[in-house]
T-cell receptor, first 114, second 109 residues
Framework: DTGVSQDPRHKITKRGQNVTFRCDPI?????LYWYRQTLGQGPEFLTY????????KSRLLSDRFSAERPKGSFSTLEIQRTEQGDSAMYLC????????????FGQGTRLTVV | AQRVTQPEKLLSVFKGAPVELKCNYS??????LFWYVQYSRQRLQLLLR??SRESIKGFTADLNKGETSFHLKKPFAQEEDSAMYYC???????????FGSGTRLLVRP
């Protein structure tokens, strides 16, 4: 499968624990995005990278969230001291840097904080 | 603030009936509009974009700047069209997507 891949697919964690998710984009895509989706809502933008540079972060991304994209390849999203409100589907997408370009999404990581 | 509104949570039609999924947006500039679809147990994928003015799987969408709408239409629905449909826009060089809350289309036999 040459699409966007995310790992793990599911994560159950206790409140207060740290979690880290990984996203492997399509190899030639220089843009990488993280979104969060809660039940009954569309995906909400969290942050994006152009190559290894993190260019924008949403106000949704509290200080407990950090994302990296070392060497402009895969990306990680870490949530520290998880809270029940962090329970959601975390989606990664990648694209080229072109107007009107298609974003290709991964299957997501479903996080449940108990 | 930029916003995408999909007023219908669920749209249920019979096979062969016409379908229109509504999408309205609020943005003062010239956004790029998209429809993304998520079939059961599959990832979110692009259905069509206004910039290419294409018809995909029989679906079309026309950008109406006066009404700030980008409704998705299909003249004859098929059972395999049953899915979640999300309208989205991008507004600047970030190309980040701002999504609506989605409409579930259920096509009954």
């Amino acid at each position: 499968d040459t699409g966007v891949s995310q790992d793990p697919r599911h994560k159950i964690t206790k409140r207060g624990q740290n979690v880290t998710f990984r996203c492997d984009p399509i190899s030639e895509h220089n843009r990488l995005y993280w979104y969060r989706q809660t039940l009954g809502q569309g995906p909400e933008f969290l942050t994006y990278f152009q190559n290894e540079a993190q260019l924008e972060k949403s106000r949704l991304l509290s200080d407990r969230f950090s994302a990296e994209r070392p060497k402009g390849s895969f990306s990680t999203l870490e949530i520290q001291r998880t809270e029940q409100g962090d329970s959601a589907m975390y989606l990664c997408a990648s694209s080229l840097d072109l107007i009107g370009t298609e974003a290709f999404f991964g299957q997501g990581t479903r996080l449940t904080v108990v | 603030a930029q916003r995408v509104t999909q007023p219908e949570k669920l749209l249920s039609v019979f096979k062969g009936a016409p379908v229109e999924l509504k999408c309205n947006y609020s943005y003062s500039g010239s956004p790029e509009l998209f429809w993304y679809v998520q079939y059961s147990r599959q990832r979110l994928q692009l259905l069509l974009r206004h910039i290419s003015r294409e018809s995909i799987k029989g679906f079309t969408a026309d950008l109406n700047k006066g009404e700030t709408s980008f409704h998705l239409k299909k003249p004859f629905a098929q059972e395999e069209d049953s899915a979640m449909y999300y309208c989205a826009l991008t507004k600047d060089s970030s190309y980040k997507l701002i999504f609506g809350s989605g409409t579930r289309l259920l096509v009954r036999p």
